[in-house]
C-alpha cells in the first residue's frame, strides 16, 4: 500500500512533470477510461454461459 509521503512524492513530481493546467485534464481523462475499463469488465461478466448445461431438443 502506498504511504502518505509517496503520495504526495508522486503528485509533485506530476505537477513538475505535466504542469498545474494540464494535471487536471489527465486526472479527467485517467477517471474516464477507468470508468470504461469497469464497464468492459462487467459486460464480459454479464456475458459469461450460465452454468447450467444446454438442453437438448429430442
Sequence with gaps: MI????LILIL???LLLFGGKRLPQLAK???????????AVGGVE?????SEPPKSDE
Design 3 to 6: 504511504g502518505t509521503g509517496e
Design 12 to 14: 509533485a513530481v506530476a
Design 29 to 39: 481523462s485517467l477517471g474516464q477510461g477507468v470508468r470504461e475499463f469497469k464497464r
Design 46 to 50: 454479464d456475458e459469461e454461459p450460465s
